[in-house]
T-cell receptor, first 115, second 109 residues
Framework: DAGVIQSPRHEVTEMGQEVTLRCKPI?????LFWYRQTMMRGLELLIY????????DSGMPEDRFSAKMPNASFSTLKIQPSEPRDSAVYFC?????????????FGPGTRLTVL | AQRVTQPEKLLSVFKGAPVELKCNYS??????LFWYVQYSRQRLQLLLR??SRESIKGFTADLNKGETSFHLKKPFAQEEDSAMYYC???????????FGTGTRLKVLA
């Protein structure tokens, strides 16, 4: 199993451009999480899905951010328009939630730089 | 509000010295607590969970409900322990994770 897959691994874009980050969770996992990692704020939960349905998007910073999960094997996080302060590493994680303490499995992350 | 606090951004210790990474939490219910670790150029991964009461790579963590703490400890640090460590709380029922801001551990030779 390749684990959680994220693409692209690195993205450099200019302010104002649209950015789309992609995630493929581990097959069989029914929960998916998007996080943002910065030096100042550490790891912040942006949004999470359970059975493809968004459960909590309270961490999404602004309307410029949106996330979708059209099916159990794919999710996107979109930033439109992007700003320099969005520069961070974005992680996707999935879990099976078949037990009380299910582990979250993280992808390698997408390093986003907005110039 | 639910919160996880890691007061130290950076902790440097010498090889062979004891290490303690602090974690305090604020949660109204019965918490499920974890430590995740991110080694250089690797994915964030689970290190240990309090419910298992296990020792992984020599690390242990004890849940102290009175002090609302879940500090990570190791009696003798090794250079390969250098990494970023995150304490996390899982909300029971929602499975939502709340992470601390992380502590970077540097073990010096």
């Amino acid at each position: 199993d390749a684990g959680v897959i994220q693409s692209p691994r690195h993205e450099v874009t200019e302010m104002g451009q649209e950015v789309t980050l992609r995630c493929k969770p581990i097959s069989g996992h029914n929960s998916l999480f998007w996080y943002r990692q910065t030096m100042m704020r550490g790891l912040e939960l942006l949004i999470y899905f359970n059975n493809n349905v968004p459960i909590d998007d309270s961490g999404m910073p602004e309307d410029r951010f949106s996330a979708k999960m059209p099916n159990a094997s794919f999710s996107t996080l979109k930033i439109q328009p992007s700003e320099p302060r969005d520069s961070a590493v974005y992680f996707c994680a999935s879990s099976s939630q078949r037990g009380v303490t299910d582990t979250q499995y993280f992808g390698p992350g997408t390093r986003l730089t907005v110039l | 509000a639910q919160r996880v606090t890691q007061p130290e951004k950076l902790l440097s210790v010498f090889k062979g010295a004891p290490v303690e990474l602090k974690c305090n939490y604020s949660y109204s219910g019965s918490p499920e607590l974890f430590w995740y670790v991110q080694y250089s150029r690797q994915r964030l991964q689970l290190l240990l969970r309090h419910i298992s009461r296990e020792s992984i790579k020599g690390f242990t963590a004890d849940l102290n409900k009175g002090e609302t703490s879940f500090h990570l400890k190791k009696p003798f640090a090794q250079e390969e322990d250098s990494a970023m460590y995150y304490c996390a709380l899982m909300e029971t029922g929602t499975y939502k994770y709340i992470f601390g801001t992380g502590t970077r551990l540097k073990v010096l030779a």
